[in-house]
């Protein structure tokens, strides 16, 4: 980044140009503060910027500029309030004094139009390298108030034109849970909470720092009840359930019983009838007995348009019997994301209702279309549209551990293949380069991921025997840029679905 060599310490970086990606697009193999430990590389694809314009990625994610950052006198200048935001700072305008104010962890910054001197709360002047200014309604400040006043890290990258910005509170990030169901021998939760082979446990371990698990164990039959045995849904207690509970409570975490039911479970009809909605409420309550709480799974409310009200209705009934019955332990509601077409949730009563509101911010992939999982537009909207409603210190925001793999016939048309765990990485994918495969594989050019900010996830494209391949997969790195979005909007927490799915020592980083 161009000026200012003694405010921003910028590291060497080399460049890796990957020619299965778009002309505009380079993979940049950078040593990246935020998403790095003991000097890791991390090849990322971003497209170049044209001069005086920049990139600004925080902690790996792209920024909603209202327009985009540039260099002014060596100076890189952005939107104040855009960044200021993403970094979880409350933003003030005073159009009388034509003066912003900044304020984030007890510190308020007050910045005036066309001065580059700028003043705390407590009257301390602090000099900036340019005078704020104002472009299109918006005020534009350098970049220095974010890293020599609030304590960024920032890096250059000069053949994409990226800063690559790294928050500083790493000790404060948000709390981790995990949905511990569906597990398998293969894909074992227990491996990755206590971080060995049923019935052993590690002492350095996820489990020292999560905060709670989720325990995926309840399901709703079609008749109404609650059922822990095997079932359509899957959601059963496992075998050695018991120590599960033992383990998790000798690490202190909080343990919440999870109900799932669907349209499989008739559970529009359910919520429909004010006894089978009373008997629901009373077994639920019931089986909670041994937990710290509850967490309510019933996906697929308010789907068809003419019943939406009234199950939102019957739902806002249900939980509030249920809240009653709970007396004093918590209630958690999984939630789908405002926009999403189930219009059956009533986010702000349940907000206010509910201890924690699960938001379910991924599972996004286009079936016809490739597409991630859980792209950085998507969960952005989900997490400002869901704050809105619900105080964000109540929202754990659901983040996926795994992602989605596409095959494209020569006629283009696309469809899924799987929905490949993070653990798996990219190796076992169908004729990828180099690797022998079901599909008799073949030796290729040697191709290979980059993260991609706006997908918020690893991307690979190749070319197989028959048909063409696009990836978009999850990792440790892509779960930290995650749990760092939900640090910077102030949310409680995250909750990875599902446990068993995670790369080896995927908390290490937290």
Same mark, same amino acid.
């Given at each position: 980044?161009?000026?200012?060599?003694?405010?921003?310490?910028?590291?060497?970086?080399?460049?890796?140009?990957?020619?299965?990606?778009?002309?505009?697009?380079?993979?940049?193999?950078?040593?990246?503060?935020?998403?790095?430990?003991?000097?890791?590389?991390?090849?990322?694809?971003?497209?170049?910027?044209?001069?005086?314009?920049?990139?600004?990625?925080?902690?790996?994610?792209?920024?909603?500029?209202?327009?985009?950052?540039?260099?002014?006198?060596?100076?890189?200048?952005?939107?104040?309030?855009?960044?200021?935001?993403?970094?979880?700072?409350?933003?003030?305008?005073?159009?009388?004094?034509?003066?912003?104010?900044?304020?984030?962890?007890?510190?308020?910054?007050?910045?005036?139009?066309?001065?580059?001197?700028?003043?705390?709360?407590?009257?301390?002047?602090?000099?900036?390298?340019?005078?704020?200014?104002?472009?299109?309604?918006?005020?534009?400040?350098?970049?220095?108030?974010?890293?020599?006043?609030?304590?960024?890290?920032?890096? /250059?990258?000069?053949?994409?034109?990226?800063?690559?910005?790294?928050?500083?509170?790493?000790?404060?990030?948000?709390?981790?849970?995990?949905?511990?169901?569906?597990?398998?021998?293969?894909?074992?939760?227990?491996?990755?909470?206590?971080?060995?082979?049923?019935?052993?446990?590690?002492?350095?371990?996820?489990?020292?720092?999560?905060?709670?698990?989720?325990?995926?164990?309840?399901?709703?039959?079609?008749?109404?009840?609650?059922?822990?045995?095997?079932?359509?849904?899957?959601?059963?207690?496992?075998?050695?359930?018991?120590?599960?509970?033992?383990?998790?409570?000798?690490?202190?975490?909080?343990?919440?019983?999870?109900?799932?039911?669907?349209?499989?479970?008739?559970?529009?009809?359910?919520?429909?009838?004010?006894?089978?909605?009373?008997?629901?409420?009373?077994?639920?309550?019931?089986t909670s007995a041994e937990y710290d709480g509850v967490l309510i799974d019933f996906e697929g409310l308010g789907l068809d348009e003419n019943t939406a009200e009234r199950d939102k209705a019957n739902f806002n009934e249900f939980l509030t019997l249920l809240r009653d019955f709970l007396d004093n332990k918590s209630l958690a509601v999984a939630l789908p994301p405002v926009s999403s077409p189930f219009r059956g949730y009533d986010h702000r009563y349940i907000g206010?209702?509910?201890?924690?509101?699960?938001?379910?911010?991924?599972?996004?992939?286009?079936?016809?279309?490739?597409?991630?999982?859980?792209?950085?537009?998507?969960?952005?909207?989900?997490?400002?549209?869901?704050?809105?409603?619900?105080?964000?210190?109540?929202?754990?925001?659901?983040?996926?551990?795994?992602?989605?793999?596409?095959?494209?016939?020569?006629?283009?048309?696309?469809?899924?293949?799987?929905?490949?765990?993070?653990?798996?990485?990219?190796?076992?994918?169908?004729?990828?380069?180099?690797?022998?495969?079901?599909?008799?594989?073949?030796?290729?050019?040697?191709?290979?991921?980059?993260?991609?900010?706006?997908?918020?996830?690893?991307?690979?494209?190749?070319?197989?025997?028959?048909?063409?391949?696009?990836?978009?997969?999850?990792?440790?790195?892509?779960?930290?840029?995650?749990?760092?979005?939900?640090?910077?909007?102030?949310?409680?927490?995250?909750?990875? /679905?599902?446990?068993?799915?995670?790369?080896?020592?995927?908390?290490?980083?937290?």
């Amino acid at each position: 980044m161009p000026g200012k060599q003694n405010r921003i310490r910028l590291p060497v970086i080399s460049l890796l140009f990957i020619s299965l990606l778009p002309a505009t697009l380079f993979a940049a193999v950078i040593q990246q503060p935020a998403l790095a430990q003991g000097a890791e590389k991390l090849a990322v694809s971003i497209a170049a910027e044209e001069p005086p314009y920049v990139n600004v990625l925080l902690d790996m994610a792209p920024v909603r500029f209202p327009t985009k950052p540039y260099i002014e006198a060596e100076t890189t200048m952005v939107p104040l309030r855009a960044l200021g935001e993403a970094v979880g700072a409350e933003i003030g305008w005073d159009d009388t004094q034509m003066a912003a104010t900044c304020s984030k962890n007890g510190l308020t910054l007050v910045i005036r139009i066309g001065e580059a001197t700028i003043s705390t709360a407590g009257g301390q002047l602090v000099s900036l390298p340019q005078p704020a200014a104002l472009a299109g309604g918006n005020t534009i400040v350098p970049l220095d108030l974010f890293t020599e006043i609030l304590g960024y890290d920032a890096s /250059w990258d000069e053949a994409t034109r990226t800063i690559y910005l790294s928050s500083p509170e790493k000790s404060t990030c948000p709390s981790l849970w995990g949905f511990y169901a569906l597990g398998s021998v293969t894909y074992s939760s227990w491996s990755d909470v206590f971080g060995a082979r049923y019935p052993f446990c590690q002492d350095d371990s996820a489990a020292n720092k999560m905060e709670g698990l989720f325990l995926g164990w309840f399901a709703v039959d079609d008749s109404g009840k609650i059922t822990s045995e095997h079932n359509t849904a899957g959601f059963q207690k496992p075998d050695g359930w018991p120590s599960v509970i033992l383990r998790a409570r000798l690490h202190g975490m909080k343990l919440y019983s999870m109900y799932f039911a669907d349209s499989g479970s008739q559970i529009t009809s359910l919520l429909d009838d004010p006894g089978a909605r009373l008997r629901l409420a009373l077994d639920i309550a019931g089986t909670s007995a041994e937990y710290d709480g509850v967490l309510i799974d019933f996906e697929g409310l308010g789907l068809d348009e003419n019943t939406a009200e009234r199950d939102k209705a019957n739902f806002n009934e249900f939980l509030t019997l249920l809240r009653d019955f709970l007396d004093n332990k918590s209630l958690a509601v999984a939630l789908p994301p405002v926009s999403s077409p189930f219009r059956g949730y009533d986010h702000r009563y349940i907000g206010d209702l509910a201890d924690l509101v699960v938001l379910m911010a991924y599972n996004f992939q286009d079936p016809d279309t490739p597409s991630p999982v859980a792209p950085f537009d998507q969960v952005d909207n989900a997490i400002r549209q869901e704050s809105e409603l619900v105080s964000p210190d109540k929202i754990i925001l659901g983040v996926p551990a795994y992602g989605v793999i596409y095959g494209v016939s020569e006629e283009g048309q696309a469809s899924v293949l799987a929905l490949p765990p993070s653990k798996d990485g990219i190796a076992g994918f169908p004729e990828y380069p180099g690797v022998s495969t079901l599909d008799a594989g073949r030796e290729g050019e040697n191709v290979s991921p980059a993260f991609v900010p706006e997908f918020l996830c690893n991307y690979v494209e190749w070319e197989g025997m028959d048909r063409s391949y696009k990836a978009y997969f999850e990792d440790a790195r892509s779960l930290e840029a995650r749990v760092l979005m939900a640090h910077g909007y102030g949310l409680r927490g995250v909750a990875v /679905w599902r446990l068993g799915l995670l790369p080896e020592n995927w908390w290490g980083r937290f």
